[in-house]
């Protein structure tokens, strides 16, 4: 375990330790984005400097992309993967069904592209991002910038119908600009507090012209591996 770490940090970098084990040479590998992911890649990149593990990765940002090259992984296309073996990337939510709430970083939607396209998806978490219900995190829908206002006042009125508690919907920002993702699109984050029928509201939103993507992750994940401060893990 690296020096002095804070008790969540230890519990971030437990469960990324023990996916990680799930690697085996020869696999194409998702690497996912955020502070949990990132020590996954610290960790496989230990692996391929000191036991020779041989596997492609194909990253899901621009800032993984960079940490893996760091670490000596070799990194692909999705394209030139075609297909992956397994995916592992953390979340910013997870229910008792494994569905998720992801893209607090904005990179859901290549996250979601990579982790569709694999065999398996392991999801790496802290004991704080699992929920009863979705939704207490703002839910990260991805929009195209033509029109994004048109494109808001459509989600505003999707969500009157449905079964959440809040319908605030806030374009995120990165200081005084509007915040642009790898994508080059914004991104609304809907503040809903409690999401009742997850499956449905994912449909609906993706149905609206302008949205490219929401963060909510339904059916896609396989297992989640918990970590905690005092290093234990626990499989999902
Ligand atoms: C990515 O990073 C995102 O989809 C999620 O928003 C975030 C989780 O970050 P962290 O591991 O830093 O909590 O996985």
Redesign the pocket.
């Known amino acids: 375990m690296p020096g002095e770490l804070s008790p969540i940090d230890k519990a ?1 970098f437990a469960a990324a330790k023990r996916a990680s084990a799930f690697v085996e040479s020869g696999m194409k590998v998702g690497l ?6 990132a020590w996954m890649v610290r960790c496989l990149g230990e692996r391929v400097r000191d036991e020779g593990l041989r596997i492609k990765g194909v990253p899901t940002s621009t800032r993984t992309a960079d940490l893996a090259r760091e670490m000596g992984i070799e990194v692909i296309s999705l394209d030139e993967a075609g297909w992956l073996d397994l995916t592992i ?4 939510e997870f229910d008792a069904e494994l569905n998720l709430i ?4 904005g ?2 939607l290549q ?1 979601k592209i990579v982790a569709t396209a694999s065999d398996r998806m392991i999801v790496i978490a802290d004991p704080a ?1 699992e929920v009863a219900h979705l939704g207490a995190f703002p839910l990260p829908v991805e929009v195209i910038s033509f029109g994004w206002t048109a494109t808001r006042k459509l989600v505003e009125e999707a969500l009157e119908g449905l079964d959440v508690l809040g319908r605030e919907v806030t374009l995120r920002m990165d200081g005084t600009a509007p915040f642009v993702t790898d994508e080059g699109n914004r991104i609304l984050d809907l503040h809903l507090k409690r999401i009742g029928n997850p499956r449905q509201l994912s449909l609906l939103i993706n149905q609206i012209p302008g949205v490219v993507e929401n ?1 909510l992750f339904i059916d896609i994940c396989d297992v989640v591996v918990i970590g905690h401060g005092d290093g234990r893990v626990e499989i999902r």
């Open positions: 971030k996912g984005t955020g502070s949990t992911a990337d953390g979340a910013d992801k893209g607090g970083g990179a859901h996250e991002k963060g």
